[in-house]
């Protein structure tokens, strides 16, 4: 209870906090403006009750009593605000204003460099530090600066460690709870974020940018030293430790270190044999989500990397990037011994054991042994008498698909394989290959006899006839 004087009048008004929502800072301040005008009325009021009651008895509470009513019928019309659109109740009508722009979409506060809108005057000032490039929250430990306060209270938990956000399914921690949202639609599968040219969505706004990098062609991050550029800054990131040498995530079992801790972490499942990612269609696993991922496209088809040029398709963007050097021409393996250059490094692997003489891969049934386990699958073919692959034109079948592939042109017409001089076409990379030397005048074939050199091979073994008087097409 507290004393107020009026006019040398004395009466008693009780404090009280409506509903939780009122202060006493807000009450005190609600009876000043009340009081001045209703002072009058009141100790008129109060004189009167005073004639018909005993002061010492009920005074004080009839007083209390009518003063509590009025009060609180003031209160309802005055302190509390309620949405229309939800029924929220807000403190005040300013507050109220505010948030009825939730309901309408309502952005009155415009950035006159940019031409983005915002709901308040304050997330308008926070943009444009954006322009200005002012960052005022700075972290005392690492020095860093942000432009929100927020941003530095979530910032300093790198540094105590600190994980307030829990998923209650997997029990996994975040240091704010928009990461806790994204990892939801782990659980939910959720992914609001759709590309508008191919259908594929992602859980987040950020991978959908990226993804549409694919379809433009768009490599806005470049690497200083070599000029390669990338489509995401995480990917020029994880390249320049090509150049730095740099490998800090090291398996304790063998010793082998990598550049990124998820390629590491997949490392790890040779070890332990995991296979976390499983086919729900065939019941397949795999130690790796892009493994699972390209070989879901077995089953739905979906070929989502196309090539600009050829307009060819491609369950993977890898193969896409290695597709494109057939069109540019790019070598990007060397041999460090010969110079010869590959466009893919498994080719060039393979061309080092020439150097080496090395053939690891052996037939069981012959023996003969073979630079590529690929050349000993194709061999084994022999064996077996297999030919798996089948032209769906003729009928003509294949014992790989290389073969299949060249095939198949003769009745498509197709040359993917353009001369970057004169621009003339070939079925088959070979074919390119020999014709290159025309331009660049190589004549790798030389025959031991004489000297002369060939473009072609099969031109040189016509040729070694003149020396060994050979005729093989004699009746």
Do not use: W
Request: proline share 3%.
């Amino acid at each position: 209870m507290r004393n107020r004087r009026i006019s040398g009048e004395v009466f008693d008004i009780k404090i009280f906090k409506h509903k939780g929502e009122l202060n006493i800072t807000q009450f005190n301040l609600f009876l000043k403006a009340k009081l001045e005008k209703q002072v009058m009325c009141d100790v008129r009021f109060i004189k009167e009750e005073r004639e018909d009651m005993s002061v010492t008895d009920t005074s004080t509470m009839t007083n209390e009593d009518a003063a509590e009513q009025r009060d609180r019928l003031e209160l309802e019309e005055t302190t509390v605000s309620v949405c229309p659109h939800c029924g929220k109740r807000l403190g005040s009508k300013e507050h109220l204003v505010k948030h009825i722009r939730i309901h309408t979409g309502e952005k009155p506060f415009i950035c006159h460099q940019c031409g983005k809108c915002f709901t308040n005057k304050s997330c308008l000032e926070i943009h444009m530090r954006v322009h200005t490039g002012e960052k005022p929250f700075i972290c005392h430990q690492c020095g860093k600066s942000l432009t929100r306060k927020s941003s530095l209270e979530v910032h300093m938990r790198i540094h105590t460690g600190e994980k307030p956000f829990i998923c209650h399914q997997c029990g996994k921690c975040f240091t704010n709870k928009s990461c806790l949202e994204v990892h939801m639609r782990v659980h939910t599968g959720k992914k609001p974020f759709t590309c508008l040219q191919c259908g594929k969505s992602f859980t987040r706004n950020s991978h959908l940018v990226e993804h549409m990098r694919i379809h433009t062609g768009e490599k806005p991050h470049v690497c200083f030293q070599c000029r390669k550029s990338f489509t995401s800054k995480f990917n020029l990131e994880v390249h320049m430790k090509i150049h730095t040498g740099e490998k800090p995530y090291g398996c304790v079992q063998c010793r082998k270190s990598f550049t990124q801790k998820i390629t590491l972490k997949n490392h790890m499942r040779i070890h332990t044999g995991e296979k976390p990612y499983t086919c729900v269609q065939c019941g397949k696993s795999f130690s790796r989500k892009t493994y699972l991922e390209e070989h879901m496209a077995i089953h739905t088809g979906e070929k989502p990397f196309a090539c600009f040029d050829c307009e060819k398709s491609f369950t993977q963007k890898s193969n896409l990037e290695v597709h494109m050097r057939t069109h540019t021409g790019e070598k990007p393996f060397t041999c460090v011994q010969c110079g010869k250059s590959f466009a893919y490094k498994n080719v060039l692997k393979n061309h080092m054991r020439i150097h080496t003489v090395e053939r690891p891969y052996a037939c069981v049934q012959c023996g003969k042994s073979f630079k590529s386990k690929r050349n000993l699958e194709e061999h084994t073919l022999i064996h077996t008498g297999e030919r798996p692959y089948a032209c769906v034109h003729c009928g003509k079948s294949f014992k790989n698909k290389c073969n299949l592939e060249e095939h198949t042109r003769i009745h498509t017409g197709e040359r993917p394989y353009a001369c970057v001089h004169c621009g003339k076409s070939f079925k088959n990379k070979c074919h390119l290959e020999v014709h290159m030397r025309i331009h660049t005048g190589e004549r790798p074939y030389a025959c031991v006899h004489c000297g002369k050199s060939f473009t072609q091979k099969s031109n040189l073994e016509k040729h070694v006839r003149i020396h060994t008087a050979e005729k093989p097409f004699t009746k």
